[in-house]
């Protein structure tokens, strides 16, 4: 399976992804394409069936968006969401 037509753009989707991220534990569901950077279509595709086994909605949701994405979209999003938490961290810890 691959990807359909891309959709939306980083800015569009950024500050959603942003804050999900924010609000779960690593990107839940979506840890593998967001924290760890594994951003082919079957990583995402496995992200979304491991979200509808544990019927995470939000995860299936957020990852059904990066799906329709680009692979080099998604590298963006997934070191932007994760620079800007690991800078958070830093931040914090100083």
């Not at 593998?32 to 939000?58: M, P, Y």
């Not at 620079?83 to 914090?92: I, P, T």
Request: hydrophobic share 35%; aromatic share 8%.
């Amino acid at each position: 399976m691959t990807s359909p037509q891309n959709l939306y753009t980083i800015p569009q989707v950024l500050p959603e992804i942003q804050k999900f991220f924010e609000e779960t534990e690593a990107g839940c569901c979506l840890h593998t394409v967001l924290d760890d950077g594994n951003v082919r279509d079957s990583n995402v595709i496995w992200c979304i069936n491991f979200a509808q086994e544990l019927k995470h909605k939000e995860c299936e949701r957020i990852g059904r968006i990066l799906f329709i994405m680009s692979r080099t979209q998604r590298k963006k999003i997934a070191g932007q969401v994760y620079g800007n938490f690991r800078h958070r961290c830093e931040a914090s810890a100083d």
